[in-house]
């Protein structure tokens, strides 16, 4: 009868381990593929199933570059199972906890075997000896027809398959507005660009001059809203050694400049919660903007024009998008996984990809330009003035620091000075 | 007796009074209105407007169910939630019985030990037990996020109620010779069902809202639950912001039907983690 | 002899599966933290043990100083304000609640953002504190007051922020209290109303003092929750404009998950675990103290 009594114990003290059993067997397949939901703990085990049957399994991670991407994908991904005899498990993650996704899973080894990074994000995995230098899988023929494959070449390997160059932030401006302002044509210097929102100001307070978004969960409006500046005053993020240059004449001019918008209230108020330029612009409440040149698709019913790049003080550069598919050291079947990547970059899908989710311009050299026509000369034309930005240790969180220490400036917690002491500071004690 | 004067008996401080915690009432419940009308619009902007709201439209809800992997978060919520409430109730209920029925040597200072654990914020463990998860290979799996409600609180709630289960009950069941295992389930259990109802209620709420270990510990969308999905609700789309609150319209609506059937239950189970302090 | 080892064997079997999970959660991850403090590490490489260097920069970090100072503020904020709503409100209905018919779902209302997820609550107050168009905004328009940024000033960020919070514990406290004051004996009040002591000298004089414990309990309750809080502020900031919301835990979380560096977030993680260990203490002695005197 007691011993009975015992087994009870035992069996409840199982279930413990019951459970911890579940756990193991869905190890190692972090995406079970979607449309098949799991109902239950029982059926979490049923991960094992999945890896046999002789067929390779791949994690692909991307983000939401445009609104179908989900649907796109797993579309074009289909072919490339069924020609392989594989599954590759397609899970994009949103651009707002971007970093901290790729972070936790590349740490905990629930990361993917193909990802794709930004310029931000290469130093530290890098580093870290979690990419591959994958030059070997790629032939002399089929690197040839890449039109940036040597961009991919970071610190010291190929660890880089660039996959959106281009993108460019340019500045869009609401024609009837700025008309109305009196004024004709996009500017072209810094100068002309603070007349520009002196007189839209003066004309209909009612209007933003200009926004942007300082208040997003992220930094991206450094991107179109700082960077040009800063190279446009002469200065550099880093040097070639991986020191943050930022604390200079230059960087002071740039964080200047910004104060300088948002003091004599070119950039609204708001805007330190402003987290969409585009519904603004679009509502007309806002007779300028920045951002890429795949935006024009939104801007229907719009007289827009745009001005590629504003010449600062030293020089005239703009911020291009230079994202790339990675492969992963963690990844088991790597050759398959370069196959993976040569077919989502071949020419077929690019194509398709630009033409139906998002007009980024081509990466390959038989592909023919899909995107708004009046970039296209400009793509030709300003090549010299489009910069990618440095690949170092710890760019996005110093990143997100300089972004925090901006927000400050703005709302009267820092000067421009102490933006880019504290900053510099920062990264030297705590990143590097 | 002077303030008989008044109406009813309600002084003018009263009738403020009144006032003041019938605006906090609104106050509180209009949000969740809000949230509701707007869910049924496709509004741009924030500012809700009547004519906008459409009843029949329901294209907010399939949306978020079917593109922003709402059904699977759904899902995923609700097997995390039961898991937890089940395993809390069973752990703890085992615990509180050897706790207050068994003797053990060092059974006191052990519960010395339990009580002081309940001084540690989840906060600051979540490092290390990621880390642990990890070499276990428990993230992404519902197993991570089901043990870790589990705590002391529950063990030290139903020791206090076990109090009032009668000790000649239990011996005499066991001089009638009936097996231990059945005085735990069929004499102890349905003695002790009020407490667990508000334990499963507390288990519920806090398992259902837990936010930032499920952010941490699930990498994989399929794992996501309502809240970590509901939290990258706000990008994606160009901002239509019937679709934000048709996802928070989700995530509360769980709780809040059943709180309406079980109105007591509720305030009861989570008052009682007052008792945690 | 026997049967008294057999009751110790089902003692510890049935204590056995909660002690092994709290060990395993609570007791070794809380060493684990304390080891990594002293350490420099990402899950990559094996720990590299450093001495005292993260709390060292810990000092001198100014976006930890930032989130200390942002939950100060926050705590100092939410615990006084909550408190005393939750204690007035209960206080009311329970002398009201004989004339008062919707005492009770007055109450059932009041703790509907008590069940909602802080993430679901933020997302919609996010919505609502929208700087362009948000409802709060347009209400203030209808008094002819002027449009506040409220999530995109310095301010009143962090003012939001304590105010969804404490919109969402009052109702929760207020339970509490309305339980305490219901359990204090009538005849105490009856005696007190024969003396002829108005409704608010039998609050001065009965009530507070004799919720004298329950009020020990909401002040913890709200120290402890208000120094943990993290949902409500990444939802609806981020932890911006700025650091003007940044708190102690999204500090450790931003370390650990965004930066990568394990060993300082424990760091970070200890330093509140301290925290809350000494406001603990301090307020048992407080307490203690004055009730002793109070007696």
């Known amino acids: 009868m007691r011993r009975k009594a015992v087994v009870f114990m035992v069996t409840i003290g199982m279930m413990l381990g019951v459970l911890g059993g579940c756990g193991d067997a869905r190890n190692g397949d972090t995406g079970s593929g979607p449309g098949q939901p799991e109902t239950g703990e029982e059926n979490a085990g049923s991960g094992e199933a999945q890896d046999t049957g002789g067929k390779s399994e791949l994690t692909l991670w991307l983000p939401p570059n445009g609104e179908n991407e989900e649907e796109f994908w797993t579309e074009k991904l289909a072919d490339f199972e069924a020609e392989n005899n594989c599954e590759v498990h397609l899970e994009i993650i949103p651009w707002q906890n971007y970093e901290e996704k790729y972070l936790t899973g590349v740490n905990s080894s629930n990361g993917p075997d193909v990802g794709y990074m930004y310029m931000e994000m290469f130093y530290d995995y890098i580093e870290m000896g979690a990419l591959t230098d994958f030059d070997s899988y790629f032939t002399q023929e089929e690197k040839e027809n890449y039109l940036y494959y040597d961009m991919g070449h970071l610190v010291d390997g190929q660890y880089a398959l660039p996959f959106?160059?281009?993108?460019?932030?340019?500045?869009?401006?609401?024609?009837?507005?700025?008309?109305?302002?009196?004024?004709?044509?996009?500017?072209?210097?810094?100068?002309?660009?603070?007349?520009?929102?002196?007189?839209?100001?003066?004309?209909?307070?009612?209007?933003?001059?200009?926004?942007?978004?300082?208040?997003?969960?992220?930094?991206?409006?450094?991107?179109?809203?700082?960077?040009?500046?800063?190279?446009?005053?002469?200065?550099?993020?880093?040097?070639?050694?991986?020191?943050?240059?930022?604390?200079?004449?230059?960087?002071?001019?740039?964080?200047?400049?910004?104060?300088?918008?948002?003091?004599?209230?070119?950039?609204?108020?708001?805007?330190?919660?402003?987290?969409?330029?585009?519904?603004?612009?679009?509502?007309?409440?806002?007779?300028?903007?920045?951002?890429?040149?795949?935006?024009?698709?939104?801007?229907?019913?719009?007289?827009?024009?745009?001005?590629?790049?504003?010449?600062?003080?030293?020089?005239?550069?703009?911020?291009?998008?230079?994202?790339?598919?990675?492969?992963?050291?963690?990844?088991?079947?790597?050759?398959?996984?370069?196959?993976?990547?040569?077919?989502?970059?071949?020419?077929?899908?690019m194509t398709a990809w630009h033409k139906q989710v998002v007009q980024f311009p081509p990466i390959n050299k038989d592909e023919e330009y899909v995107g708004d026509e009046r970039f296209e000369v400009m793509y030709r034309e300003y090549a010299d003035h489009f910069k990618a930005t440095p690949v170092f240790k710890g760019a996005g969180a110093i990143y997100d620091?300089?972004?925090?220490?901006?927000?400050?400036?703005?709302?009267?917690?820092?000067?421009?000075?102490?933006?880019?002491?504290?900053?510099?500071?920062?990264?030297?004690?705590?990143?590097? | 007796m002077k303030k008989r004067k008044t109406v009813g008996g309600w002084t003018p401080l009263s009738v403020l009074g009144l006032c003041l915690v019938i605006l906090f009432a609104v106050v509180c419940a209009a949000p969740f209105l809000y949230m509701f009308l707007m869910s049924f619009t496709q509004s741009k902007t924030p500012a809700l407007r009547l004519a906008d709201i459409d009843f029949t439209d329901f294209s907010n809800y399939i949306q978020v169910f079917t593109r922003n992997g709402f059904f699977r978060a759904t899902l995923n919520s609700c097997v995390v939630v039961i898991g937890s409430c089940v395993l809390n109730c069973v752990i703890s209920s085992m615990a509180a019985y050897g706790f207050e029925k068994k003797n053990f040597p060092g059974k006191e200072a052990l519960f010395q030990i339990y009580l002081l654990t309940l001084m540690i914020p989840g906060q600051v463990t979540m490092i290390p037990v990621f880390i642990m998860m990890d070499q276990m290979h428990l993230l992404n799996t519902y197993t991570s996020l089901i043990i870790t409600i589990v705590n002391a609180f529950g063990v030290f709630l139903i020791r206090q109620f076990m109090k009032g289960v009668p000790d000649e009950l239990l011996e005499s069941a066991q001089i009638d010779g009936c097996p231990e295992y059945r005085i735990f389930i069929q004499i102890v259990i349905p003695l002790i069902k009020p407490v667990l109802v508000s334990l499963v209620i507390f288990t519920f709420v806090n398992s259902w809202n837990s936010f930032l270990w499920p952010l941490i510990a699930t990498t994989s969308s399929e794992m996501y639950t309502l809240t970590v999905s509901l939290s990258l609700l706000k990008l994606l789309d160009v901002s239509n912001f019937g679709l934000i609150m048709a996802g928070a319209s989700i995530s509360f609506l769980v709780p809040f039907v059943l709180y309406l059937f079980l109105q007591r239950q509720f305030v009861e189970g989570i008052a009682l983690s007052g008792i945690k302090g | 002899m026997k049967r008294k080892r057999l009751e110790a064997v089902e003692g510890i079997l049935y204590v056995l599966p909660s002690l092994l999970l709290i060990l395993l959660f609570s007791v070794i991850p809380i060493f684990a933290s304390t080891y990594f403090g002293f350490t420099k590490y990402n899950i990559m490489r094996p720990a590299e043990f450093l001495g005292l260097e993260n709390y060292r920069r810990l000092l001198k970090d100014?976006?930890?100083?930032?989130?200390?100072?942002?939950?100060?503020?926050?705590?100092?904020?939410?615990?006084?304000?909550?408190?005393?709503?939750?204690?007035?409100?209960?206080?009311?209905l329970a002398e009201k609640r004989a004339k008062l018919k919707m005492g009770g779902f007055l109450r059932s209302v009041m703790f509907i953002p008590v069940i909602a997820s802080g993430v679901s609550a933020a997302a919609v107050w996010r919505v609502i504190l929208n700087a362009d168009g948000g409802m709060l905004n347009e209400l203030l328009k209808v008094f002819h007051l002027p449009a506040v940024n409220w999530l995109g000033s310095r301010f009143t960020a962090l003012l939001s922020v304590c105010l969804v919070a404490v919109w969402k514990n009052v109702g929760y406290f207020l339970v509490i209290y309305y339980a305490g004051i219901m359990g204090i004996s009538r005849e105490i009040y009856e005696s007190a109303r024969v003396d002829g002591a108005s409704a608010l000298q039998r609050f001065w004089r009965i009530t507070l003092p004799m919720l004298r414990p329950v009020t020990y309990l909401v002040v913890t309750l709200g120290i402890i929750w208000s120094f943990q809080v993290f949902d409500i502020s990444y939802m609806m900031t981020g932890g911006g404009p700025g650091r003007s919301t940044v708190t102690l835990v999204m500090a450790i979380y931003n370390a650990a998950f965004k930066e990568g560096r394990m060993g300082y977030a424990c760091a970070v993680a200890m330093v509140l675990f301290v925290v809350i260990l000494v406001i603990n203490m301090v307020e048992n002695v407080f307490f203690k103290e004055k009730g002793e005197n109070g007696k």
């Open chain 1, 401 to 432: 620091i300089l972004y925090k220490n901006l927000q400050s400036m703005m709302m009267g917690d820092l000067t421009p000075k102490e933006v880019l002491e504290e900053t510099t500071d920062y990264y030297n004690t705590n990143i590097k």
């Open chain 3, 62 to 92: 100014s976006y930890v100083a930032a989130a200390f100072k942002n939950t100060a503020v926050y705590v100092c904020l939410t615990v006084p304000v909550q408190t005393g709503m939750a204690l007035a409100f209960a206080a009311f």
């Open chain 1, 164 to 349: 959106v160059v281009g993108n460019a932030r340019v500045i869009y401006g609401n024609m009837d507005i700025l008309n109305e302002a009196g004024v004709t044509k996009m500017p072209e210097t810094t100068e002309e660009f603070l007349e520009v929102c002196k007189a839209v100001k003066e004309s209909n307070p009612e209007v933003y001059p200009f926004i942007d978004v300082w208040g997003a969960a992220n930094y991206v409006v450094l991107n179109g809203g700082f960077w040009p500046f800063l190279w446009g005053a002469g200065g550099a993020i880093v040097d070639e050694n991986g020191n943050m240059t930022l604390d200079s004449e230059a960087g002071l001019e740039a964080v200047e400049f910004l104060h300088t918008l948002y003091e004599e209230g070119y950039l609204p108020e708001t805007v330190t919660s402003c987290d969409d330029s585009l519904t603004p612009f679009k509502n007309g409440e806002a007779a300028m903007f920045i951002s890429g040149t795949v935006i024009p698709a939104e801007l229907e019913g719009i007289r827009w024009d745009y001005s590629p790049v504003l010449q600062g003080s030293k020089a005239a550069e703009t911020f291009v998008a230079c994202d790339s598919l990675v492969l992963f050291e963690s990844c088991k079947n790597k050759e398959l996984a370069a196959k993976l990547m040569k077919y989502m970059t071949s020419t077929d899908v």
